[in-house]
């Protein structure tokens, strides 16, 4: 009689935590009405009230508005507001608190524009700061990390034919020196930071366009990064990457988000070769951007895919990152150039939020629920 009712106690577990996941989207769902060239997003309690704001960088190559979306704590955002006076060329923006008093600041990458800093008063009002970076680079991303492990946010900056830089904070939002990391010559498009080693310094995790092999540099505790470690064919056009153990070996993973060819997720080892590799999305998409989350709360990472000129895709982790379904986040076919994912509604699941070009940028809320027999 134990071990009947072990197995029918069992079985229900089992059934209990079988899960079905779900993302929906509206008309009342998008971030205002506007279709402009995003090329980025950014996402945090800007105003200080308790949940997740979001910020959209406008322009690309050419001027446009940059926009803040204020959350009316249901995942709602119903008042917008201009980031600045000036429309800029810009790619990429990251939200951090840069002058270490406690709110979210704004840092904005442009493409041959200057670079700026933007400081929040504490409720989402922001004074124009300082520039940084090389004034009028072809930056293409920029990543926020304390790379010198001093106690303040630093600023990476990915310039695509010119060199990469690392621009460190004073811890006052001001950033007047920079390192210069990679080849001088590198198209490079995003870049993570993480210790990939386990030495106790962050790494850099290079993802390199026109055909330029992919490297990770390793720090040497100094700012130093002369030792690289390529993965991939050395021939990939790969537009995104994030990093994770996916596989729960204790080694960090590369996930990648390649152009015209599949997705792929490259496993770290105690010998940091990066050969043992899974095709996790073998479409052919033009994929432009990735984000990772715990998606269906089962207490592993998954990954979206952001693509241009196609659907966009949920892939979740099962088997330890040896298998992964994948769910289509709905049949637009847009030009997706960042995706993210954050609560924003408070339900404790994670929602995901495009960054359209030329188009509506909208979210989709998580619907997932527990599938009970």
Same mark, same amino acid.
């Given at each position: 009689?134990?071990?009947?009712?072990?197995?029918?106690?069992?079985?229900?577990?089992?059934?209990?935590?079988?899960?079905?996941?779900?993302?929906?989207?509206? =008309?009342?769902?998008?971030?205002?009405?506007?279709?402009?060239? *995003?090329?980025?997003?950014?996402?945090?309690?800007?105003?200080?009230?308790?949940?997740?704001?979001?910020?959209?960088?406008?322009?690309?190559?050419?001027?446009?508005?940059?926009?803040?979306?204020?959350?009316?704590?249901?995942?709602?955002?119903?008042?917008?507001?201009?980031?600045?006076?000036?429309?800029? *060329?810009?790619?990429?923006?990251?939200?951090?608190?840069?002058?270490?008093?406690?709110?979210?600041?704004?840092?904005?990458?442009?493409?041959?524009?200057?670079?700026?800093?933007?400081?929040?008063?504490?409720?989402?009002?922001?004074?124009?700061?300082?520039?940084?970076?090389?004034?009028?680079?072809?930056?293409?991303?920029?990543?926020?990390?304390?790379?010198?492990?001093?106690?303040? $946010?630093?600023?990476?900056? *990915?310039?695509?034919?010119?060199?990469?830089?690392?621009?460190?904070?004073?811890?006052?939002?001001?950033?007047?020196?920079?390192?210069?990391?990679?080849?001088? $010559?590198?198209?490079?498009?995003?870049?993570?930071?993480?210790?990939?080693?386990?030495?106790?310094?962050?790494?850099?995790?290079?993802?390199?366009?026109?055909?330029?092999?992919?490297?990770?540099?390793?720090?040497?505790?100094?700012?130093?990064?002369?030792?690289?470690?390529?993965? =991939?064919? =050395? %021939?990939?056009?790969?537009?995104?990457?994030?990093?994770?153990?996916?596989?729960?070996?204790?080694?960090?993973?590369?996930? *990648?988000?390649?152009?015209?060819?599949?997705?792929?997720?490259?496993?770290?080892? %105690?010998?940091?070769?990066?050969?043992?590799?899974?095709?996790?999305?073998?479409?052919?998409?033009?994929?432009?951007?990735?984000?990772?989350?715990?998606?269906?709360?089962?207490?592993?990472?998954?990954?979206?895919?952001?693509?241009?000129?196609?659907?966009?895709?949920?892939?979740?982790?099962?088997?330890?990152?040896?298998?992964?379904?994948?769910?289509?986040?709905?049949?637009?076919?847009?030009?997706?150039?960042?995706?993210?994912?954050?609560?924003?509604?408070?339900?404790? %699941?994670?929602?995901?939020?495009?960054?359209?070009?030329?188009?509506?940028?909208?979210?989709?809320?998580?619907?997932?629920?527990?599938?009970?027999?």
């Amino acid at each position: 009689m134990k071990l009947n009712l072990f197995f029918i106690l069992s079985f229900l577990f089992l059934n209990c935590n079988s899960q079905t996941l779900d993302f929906f989207t509206s =008309g009342r769902l998008i971030l205002g009405t506007h279709k402009e060239r *995003t090329a980025s997003i950014g996402a945090g309690d800007i105003d200080n009230d308790g949940d997740v704001d979001i910020l959209v960088a406008n322009g690309r190559h050419w001027p446009g508005q940059n926009r803040i979306f204020i959350n009316d704590g249901r995942g709602i955002f119903t008042v917008s507001r201009n980031l600045g006076i000036e429309q800029e *060329t810009s790619y990429s923006t990251e939200l951090a608190d840069f002058d270490g008093d406690g709110d979210l600041d704004i840092a904005v990458g442009n493409d041959m524009a200057p670079n700026f800093i933007f400081i929040n008063d504490g409720k989402g009002y922001f004074t124009k700061g300082t520039s940084f970076g090389e004034k009028y680079g072809h930056t293409r991303n920029i990543v926020v990390a304390d790379i010198d492990n001093d106690g303040d $946010k630093d600023i990476l900056i *990915t310039n695509r034919g010119s060199e990469n830089e690392i621009c460190l904070n004073d811890g006052n939002g001001v950033f007047s020196k920079v390192i210069g990391f990679g080849n001088k $010559k590198d198209s490079t498009i995003d870049v993570e930071v993480a210790d990939m080693n386990g030495d106790g310094n962050l790494d850099l995790i290079l993802a390199n366009r026109d055909d330029q092999p992919n490297y990770v540099y390793l720090n040497d505790g100094n700012l130093k990064f002369s030792k690289r470690i390529p993965y =991939g064919t =050395g %021939k990939d056009i790969t537009r995104s990457i994030a990093i994770a153990d996916l596989d729960k070996d204790g080694y960090l993973d590369i996930i *990648t988000a390649n152009i015209g060819e599949a997705n792929v997720i490259y496993f770290g080892n %105690k010998e940091q070769t990066y050969e043992r590799s899974i095709v996790f999305d073998a479409s052919s998409d033009r994929s432009y951007s990735l984000s990772i989350g715990d998606l269906d709360s089962d207490g592993d990472t998954d990954i979206i895919i952001g693509n241009y000129g196609a659907p966009n895709n949920v892939f979740i982790n099962n088997e330890n990152a040896q298998v992964w379904k994948k769910i289509k986040l709905s049949d637009k076919a847009f030009n997706t150039y960042d995706i993210l994912s954050f609560d924003l509604n408070g339900d404790m %699941k994670l929602d995901i939020i495009e960054s359209n070009s030329d188009e509506i940028n909208l979210f989709y809320f998580n619907r997932y629920k527990p599938k009970f027999p």
